[in-house]
């Protein structure tokens, strides 16, 4: 079973951090991709950032670019996403997301379907 976690939201102010934290229960040798999306109410799913388990490659969305860092404890069950100097137009419930076949970064991103979800977690703005 394949099963993912995610933790940590909250409500902060403007310029605020959170970090959340996804726990990603996948008992495999085999190398994947695990990333966040959010979504804000009334508005399309938009990928956020993503690592690849091979080689510890990131990649970002244009904007939370230089804001957000992903990243893999040593364990390598647990990924978390310091978000830092947030701003309003980051509130939206986030989700954690995994694949096991992987495309580039920007696609990954772009992706509206992935294998493995996480239940959601609300990141809350106020200016």
């Known amino acids: 079973q394949v099963q993912l976690v995610a933790s940590g939201g909250g409500s902060v102010q403007d310029g605020g951090s959170l970090r959340l934290s996804c726990v990603a229960s996948?008992?495999?040798?085999?190398?994947?991709?695990i990333g966040w999306f959010r979504q804000a109410p009334g508005e399309e799913r938009d990928g956020v950032a993503v690592i690849y388990t091979a080689g510890g490659n990131t990649y970002y969305s244009a904007s939370v670019k230089d804001r957000f860092t992903i990243s893999q404890d040593n364990a390598k069950n647990t990924i978390h996403l310091q978000m830092n100097s947030l701003k309003p137009e980051d509130t939206a419930m986030y989700y954690c997301a995994a694949d096991f076949v992987c495309p580039n970064g920007d696609t990954w991103l772009r992706m509206k379907d992935h294998s493995f979800w996480g239940q959601g977690t609300q990141v809350t703005v106020s200016s």
């Open positions: 996948i008992d495999t040798y085999r190398s994947y991709c």
